[in-house]
């Protein structure tokens, strides 16, 4: 009986023994690599959600274990625990982007110094132009190209190997030197202090000779080359004249059926019509108007507000063809982000002089990342600190042909106890997405709900698509200011309206 009993204890022991590797094994194969913290700090959270509580933070620098990923948000072990951080706030190790090289999609693609849309411009990248990549940080790579180290935007670029027959692109592949600004100093050599040697004018393109780091030697005469910042203006591998023929400036219609009228006026004579995508060559600018050159030689005008003036956008967006959607998901979804004002246009200024456009792109910017996780298709109608007419915002929209619309913004009053959110809308058909989006945002928000309201603003009045406008508290009210100025508050904010956005689109499947 006891040997019957000691020999049953010893099996028990052995195969207990014997699971203990594997587990270990298990633990293991979960693992997905290092990630680095790229943001000054960064909040530790219980799950995969800005809703979730926060438990811990991180540092900028520190390197974390990934346990695995779901959406935009990674499972990580720090100091035995498990948590969870948000993606687009950490960075690859080098490792991970050795021998990849990144090819632009767009032509004049931003590189930036710092990740950041409101970042300085260090120079700009063509489509099909290629870059060594050094790693990368939330939506942002960062790359070597032609000598110039910065970051370009994930969504304009696509990333592969490079391999001996498919090598990253040299500085010496630069080829011509268009000047981007009006008038730029020729040097004698690659530096500020040197002599000046000539001037040269926006539009004119020279031949590259070589590159020493920022700075590009380029071919005045025959006889005679001098050197210039390669900030100011655009390199490129086409040859002088190739791009020399490229240089008239052109715009692109953004709706079909768009006037073009014989004088630059609203109520003069329709001359001819273009539809989206055509491209036309500009003669002259008067105000708010563009004279172009038609094909058979007429000259008419058309609207800046109806036209786009950005090579970038060159080539017509056509609306995608809408994929199967489950709820909860964006799939095949089009929507449109407004951050509202830019530039020269500031919106309202804070009680503590919190600027209005700087905090409506902020919001915008993390709107973006968490509507793209769940699916949508999002374009922002501005990605940095400049002025967009606001017939141009609603025009991209409908040349969109976009699900949603949503323009941000924050607001003020003469009265400074005035508080609270609000809603607003225009048009019957926009008053359903409305609803859904103040819903949203009085789940998440604390402030005052001031409820759906209708608004006479142009962004709604004019706009064909299901359009709102929010305004997400009152700079004006100083306590409520420094609520809206918080990294939280933008966090919450952003939830909500992606909450509302995602539960108007789920009661429309039922």
């Known amino acids: 009986m006891n040997r019957k009993w000691l020999t049953a204890f010893i099996l028990v022991i052995l195969l207990t023994a014997g699971s203990l590797p594997l587990q270990a094994s298990d633990h293991a194969a979960a693992d997905t690599g290092s990630r680095e913290i790229s943001s000054s700090t960064v909040n530790i ?18 390197k974390v274990d990934v346990i695995s990923q779901e959406g935009d948000w990674y499972e990580i072990k720090n100091g035995g625990e498990t948590g969870w951080v948000a993606a687009w706030l950490t960075s690859s190790t080098s490792a991970e982007t050795q021998n990849q090289k990144a090819v632009s999609s767009v032509d004049r693609l931003n590189v930036r110094s710092q990740p950041d849309l409101s970042s300085s411009v ?109 900030f100011h203006g655009h390199l490129s591998d086409q040859s002088v004249r190739t791009a020399e023929s490229s240089n008239a400036e052109m715009v692109t219609v953004l709706t079909d059926g768009t006037n073009l009228r014989s004088e630059p006026s609203t109520g003069s004579g329709v001359v001819s019509r273009a539809n989206a995508g055509d491209q036309l060559v500009v003669a002259d600018r008067q105000g708010d108007w563009y004279q172009v050159t038609l094909n058979d030689g007429q000259r008419a005008y058309i609207a800046s507000w109806v036209v786009t003036a950005d090579e970038a956008e060159a080539a017509p967006k056509t609306p995608k063809e809408k994929s199967s959607r489950k709820q909860g998901t964006l799939n095949g979804l089009t929507i ?100 859904s989006v103040n819903s949203g945002l009085a789940g998440k928000l604390s402030l005052r709900n001031r409820g759906v309201q209708p608004g006479n603003y142009l962004v709604l009045r004019e706009n064909q698509q299901p359009a709102v406008l929010v305004e997400l508290g009152y700079l004006s009210n100083y306590n409520e200011e420094r609520i809206l100025t918080t990294e939280q508050f933008r966090e919450q904010a952003a939830l909500g309206l992606y909450s509302g956005i995602v539960n108007y689109f789920d009661a429309q499947l039922q």
Do not use: C
């Open 336 to 435: 449109v982000l407004d951050p509202g004002h830019g530039g020269n246009d500031g919106g309202t200024t804070g009680a503590r002089n919190t600027r209005e456009k700087d905090l409506t792109l902020r919001t915008a910017e993390i709107l973006s990342h968490h509507l793209r996780a769940a699916g949508a298709d999002v374009t922002l109608t501005r990605q940095s600190d400049v002025y967009v007419d606001l017939r141009n915002r609603v025009a991209e929209g409908h040349q969109l042909g976009a699900d949603a619309f949503i323009s941000i913004h924050y607001d003020a009053n003469t009265d400074n106890s005035v508080h609270g959110f609000t809603t607003y809308y225009m048009q019957n058909h926009q008053l359903e997405l409305a609803e």
């Open 122 to 230: 260090l120079t700009q990248m063509n489509a099909g132009d290629q870059a060594e990549i050094i790693s990368e940080t939330g939506d942002w790579l960062e790359i070597d190209f032609r000598n110039t180290r910065g970051f370009v935007s994930k969504q304009y670029i696509t990333a592969s190997e490079t391999t001996k027959e498919n090598p990253a692109p040299a500085a010496s592949d630069v080829s011509s030197f268009e000047v981007a600004v009006s008038a730029l100093n020729v040097r004698t050599k690659p530096n500020l202090s040197s002599s000046k040697k000539a001037t040269v004018h926006e539009g004119e393109v020279y031949a590259v000779e070589s590159t020493e780091g920022n700075w590009v030697q380029i071919r005045l005469s025959t006889d005679k080359t001098g050197w210039v910042y390669a």
């Open 45 to 62: 959270r219980s799950g995969p959600g800005l809703s979730y509580s926060v438990q811990g933070s991180l540092a900028k620098g520190e």
